[in-house]
């Protein structure tokens, strides 16, 4: 199974970003989705998930209403778009195939990860 994140950069406060992961190697509307970030020197933080079908969504606290997370199976794709974007939204975001069907927030519950793609924001 392979991963390829995509869509990362430099933008300022306020801005928006679109963030994509194309899998392959996977059934991939078989399985959640997710997406996490980490900051230097932070740990791994949950960002968001989404379920095979893309029929559920959940979101870490601090970015909801910011972010969206989608999917296309059609396209083995999935998106986060970044709207509103805060100095502390910089990290490198990673995606993640999930071991089942339904979204999680526990990265134990993904099993493929991609390389990351660093988002910076800058005042």
């Known amino acids: 199974v392979q991963l390829q994140a995509s869509g990362g950069g430099l933008v300022q406060a306020g801005g928006s970003l679109r963030l994509s992961c194309v899998v392959s190697g996977r059934t991939f509307s078989n399985y959640g989705m997710g997406w996490f970030r980490q900051a230097p020197g932070q740990e791994r933080e949950f960002v968001a998930s989404?379920?095979?079908?893309?029929?559920?969504?959940d979101y870490v606290d601090s970015v909801k209403g910011r972010f969206t997370i989608s999917r296309d199976n059609a396209k083995n794709t999935v998106y986060l778009q970044m709207n509103s974007l805060k100095l502390e939204d910089t990290a490198v975001y990673s995606c993640a195939v999930g071991r089942y069907f339904r979204r999680s927030v526990a990265s134990n519950d993904y099993d493929y990860w991609g390389q990351g793609t660093q988002v910076t924001v800058s005042s």
């Open positions: 989404i379920s095979g079908a893309g029929g559920s969504t």
